[in-house]
Nanobody
Framework: QLQLVESGGGLVQPGGSLRLSCTAS????????IGWFRQAPGKEREGVSC????????KYVDSVKGRFTISRDNAKNTVYLQMTSLKAEDTAVYYC?????????????????WGQGTQVTVSS
């Protein structure tokens, strides 16, 4: 069974950092593009960042550029989202998603497999 599991969320003060992990089980992420998405209460799901299968291409939504970094370690079957200088508006449930042999995009309809999400709360 193909499964993605996010971890690393939590409560952090404004200006703090968190690193989210997305680990696959039941399949290898080697040939999958990965996207990170988030959904805040009352808002639509938003693409945050994505990375292609070889880690050579990454994209970010404007609101996180310079603060978030996506990376992957295919040997560990894991993709990371390093989040720094966190703001209250980054509060959301964060999801990772995977699509096989396809471009990395920030469009949720492009992805086939989804994790269950991890809560990130930025508050003092």
């Amino acid at each position: 069974q193909l499964q993605l599991v996010e971890s690393g969320g939590g409560l952090v003060q404004p200006g703090g950092s968190l690193r989210l992990s997305c680990t696959a089980s039941g399949f290898s992420l080697d040939d999958y593009a990965i996207g990170w998405f988030r959904q805040a209460p009352g808002k639509e799901r938003e693409g945050v960042s994505c990375i292609n299968s070889r880690g050579m291409f990454a994209k970010y939504v404007d609101s996180v550029k310079g603060r978030f970094t996506i990376s992957r370690d295919n040997a560990k079957n894991t993709v990371y989202l390093q989040m720094t200088s966190l703001k209250a508006e980054d509060t959301a449930v964060y999801y990772c998603a995977a699509v096989y042999l396809s471009l990395a995009t920030l469009i949720d309809q492009d992805y086939d497999y989804w994790g269950q999400g991890t809560q990130v709360t930025v508050s003092s």
